[in-house]
């Protein structure tokens, strides 16, 4: 039986207040994790949810005497899934009896959120509404009257500003008081006795919950449909039936009641919202005009390119500071005194290499991780940062959904895109939001092949940015790879093209607290996965070197490498990428300070590698997300696109006598 329409686990619960489990649920871009970062003080923990792989954070909090947990779900707009996310928020929800649950609300947009809200009433469980980011309606003048929406709906509601803490106590106080509403909300009229009539025959099994299993099996949900079915029989054909008759079907039915909701909602809220401030409004549709025309979006991404990624996290984070790191720190300073402590304390020569020889663990993993990896990365993140708490990325993503779509893909996936910049594997994780399977394996695909790590891409941009035009060339040859590839996907894999859908935030002046927070929780996760990785890279690659096999393994490189124009020399870094992309990326870096590697040959070699074979980690995430069949496919794909595209621009550029 589907675990969201559990009997037992869909139970009501009994009046109890101050339950041990708060439960943080709601739209995305409302705050909710900023908020749940205040309730709990910062110290958490993410973890995959049990039968899933996506990720819920959780951590705690004394108050009232007890210790309570806290959950952060994943953002959902409806009780009627779409994503993955948003199932597993909806299981969150309903299979556990002892919880209150904190409903986070952007009190700009209540409207939107209410629905919602009437959803969760009806299902009886303790709820707590907090209208979030009640700072931005003060500029705005458009305070709402919160004191009169929680009289109407029956539980609490607190105005809260997430990022300085204002209201945070009272909401604390509000969920350890909090008991189920008593007010008896229904689904509205016309689909109440529909609703109801299946709902008694789901009772027994469903208890408390049977009226919203009922509606969502009624609007289409697979599981709420399947436990209907097999809990109802001849009442779910009968209801079916009805439905059938009077809205033409689970599509028909969802629509209408959602409409519904919606003027329910906005009955509730007539007098709670003051009046509109035209002005206001207007500026933020101006700035919206700019940023979402083709025009005008587009120059800005360039400009947002040009300095963020390219200035800042190319010339700055993988230049100045790589530079001084291991120029400094490393090379004169840590690497001399750690091979010299090596040296005395260790007479055998294959141990000590172990530590300090050319695949050392200190000498090769240490180093290329923190000098070369660390810094760039932190400059990524904080970039990301930045455009994430501006409101930007949500638009990047609706001025993109057209041109996205004609490689399979909708609006929604620049996030998973974007975030390939960062870390593929992290990427191919979240590509699991897209919503349908051919979107996902596309997307899975143009990130293994044509994203480029953002270490990766902050090493190729500093060995390639002495000369712009070399840079130039690489990225316009990734571009026609990602377009190309992403076209012949389209085209040849079978399923619907996505629809697309999402919720514009306000534009936001970026918070420092906010943007050092979310850099620095990104910055542990991806450290922490692989900064092990790095270092078993370099013991892999001393035991090759010991026993011969990492020689073996690069003279079966050597003729791909050869037949790409490149020198035989580069083979070990692309067995380096082979661990890791960006550990490859930094074994040109080192063959590009030598001076082995001519401005041809170095920008056909960053191409070659930045297409190669992705990273172990990213592979074993492909097996883990869309199975071995497609993870194998996209291998042998990136490998013969790689050493093709890679051979044909360094050809080009050398039959042209451009740097050559």
Known sequence: MPAACHPQLDSRPQATPGRGRWLLVGAPNTGKSALFGRLTGLYATVSNYPGTSVEVTRGSVTAGGRTVEIVDAPGLYSLLPVTE????????????????????????????????????????????IACNLLDEARARGAVP???LLAERLGVPVVGTVATTGEGVQEL?????????????WVVPAPFSAVVADLASGLTPVAGGAAPLVAELGLAGDDDCVRLAAEAAGELWAVSRGRRDAEWGGAEGFALALAVSRSRMALALLDGVL???????????ERMDRVLLSPWTGFPIVALVLYFGFYRFVGNFGAGTVVDWIEAVAFDRWLTPAATALVGRLLPWPSVADLLVGPYGLFTLGVRYAVAIVLPIVAAFFLVFALLEDSGYLPRLALLLDRALKRIGLSGRAVIPLILGFGCGTM???????????RERVIATLLLALAIPCSAQLGVVMGILSATPALVGVWGLTLLAVFLGVGKLAALFMPGEAASFYLELPPLRRPLL?????????????????IFPLFLLASALLWAGSLTGLFRAAVRVLEPLVGAAGLPVGAASAFLFGFFRRDFGAAGLYDLARQGALS??????????????????????????????????????????????????????????????
């Open 85 to 128: 996310e948003e199932r597993v928020a909806r299981r969150a929800l309903l299979e556990e009896r002892d919880q209150s649950v904190i409903l986070v609300m952007d009190v700009g947009h209540l409207a939107r959120s209410l629905p919602l809200a009437l959803q969760l009433l009806s299902l009886g469980r303790p709820l707590v």
């Open 145 to 147: 009257d919160l004191a």
């Open 172 to 184: 604390r106080s509000a969920a350890l008081a909090a008991e189920p509403p008593t007010d008896g």
């Open 274 to 284: 003051p009046p509109a401030d035209g002005r206001r409004r207007g500026a933020q």
């Open 427 to 437: 990427a191919t994780l979240v590509t699991r939001t897209l919503e349908t399977k």
């Open 513 to 529: 607290r906010n943007v050092l927070l979310k850099t620095g929780t990104r910055m542990r996760w991806y450290f922490a996965e």
């Open 599 to 660: 401005p041809a040959a170095l920008t056909s070699a960053a191409v070659t590698i930045t297409l190669f074979v992705p990273c172990i980690a990213q592979f074993l995430m492909m097996k883990k997300e869309r199975g071995l069949r497609v993870a194998v496919t996209v291998l042998l794909v990136a490998t013969a696109v790689a050493f093709a595209t890679g051979g044909l621009v360094g050809r080009v550029l050398r039959t042209a006598g451009v740097w050559s």
